[in-house]
């Protein structure tokens, strides 16, 4: 009965490569996030996304592409790795304007 | 630009202690205020919200926070921390035409036993 599940929990890979997070939600809400937590557990938005629509892209390189094939999943790929995308990341997903409930996060080591 | 800025960094508390965490925020509109907590190796929950009404607002585990918004400021508070309180700490803020959190940089806290 997870609400807001993330795989893989953990991913290690090696710079050059390209790698996909999935999100999905079971809370039957429209708006879902991905957040980026550097080293430090300084958290900030990456993007968001409501009913499969993108109305947030901070500014993140190119080389992160959210997906969303519908409104329970919100993945996130990542080509060309580089060891500064070395981070937590996580989902997160609410009613507009309502708690945001986030996921267990997927640590992601570039090597 | 919206920001949070916490000023604590590390707090190194005794059980049965009392504990404040300072919380300001910039944002010239309506907010929406929130705290989360990070125990170790888990994802963020969420310990209290803000949205309107009662300035003073209780959470779980025995938390609570005031909003001053003559202060931009939403402090958190715990009479009597236990050892397992340790964790990290976010007070964050969304705009209520916003969507996303925007999140202070947050305060490690740890409990000795």
């Known amino acids: 009965d997870t609400a807001v599940s993330q795989t893989p929990k953990y991913l290690v890979t090696q710079m050059g490569n390209d790698k996909s997070i999935k999100c999905e939600q079971n809370?039957?809400?429209?708006?879902m996030y991905w957040y980026k937590q550097d080293s430090k557990k300084f958290l900030k938005i990456m993007f968001s996304?409501?009913?499969?629509?993108?109305?947030i892209n901070e500014t993140v390189p190119n080389r992160f592409s959210p997906k969303s094939p519908d409104k329970a999943h919100l993945n996130l790929h990542i080509n060309s790795l580089e060891l500064g995308d070395s981070a937590v990341y996580f989902c997160?997903?609410?009613?507009?304007?309502?708690?945001?409930?986030f996921g267990p996060g997927t640590r992601l080591t570039v090597t | 630009a919206q920001s949070v800025s916490q000023h604590n960094h590390h707090v190194i508390l005794s059980e049965a202690a009392s504990l404040e965490l300072g919380c300001n925020y910039s944002?010239?509109?309506?907010?929406?205020l929130f705290w989360y907590v990070q125990y170790p190796g888990q994802h963020l929950q969420l310990l209290l919200k803000?949205?309107?009404?009662?300035?003073l607002v209780k959470g779980i585990k025995g938390f609570e926070a005031e909003f001053i918004k003559s202060k931009f400021s939403f402090n958190l508070r715990k009479p009597s921390v236990q050892w397992s309180d340790t964790a990290e700490y976010f007070c964050?803020?969304?705009?209520?035409?916003?969507?996303?959190?925007?999140f202070g940089k947050g305060t490690t806290l740890s409990v000795s036993s």
């Open positions: 964050a803020v969304r705009g209520q035409a916003g969507t996303a959190l925007i």
């Open positions: 944002y010239g509109g309506t907010v929406n």
């Open positions: 809370l039957g809400h429209d708006t």
């Open positions: 996304y409501n009913n499969k629509e993108l109305i």
């Open positions: 803000y949205f309107s009404g009662d300035p």
């Open positions: 997160a997903s609410s009613q507009p304007g309502v708690v945001q409930y």
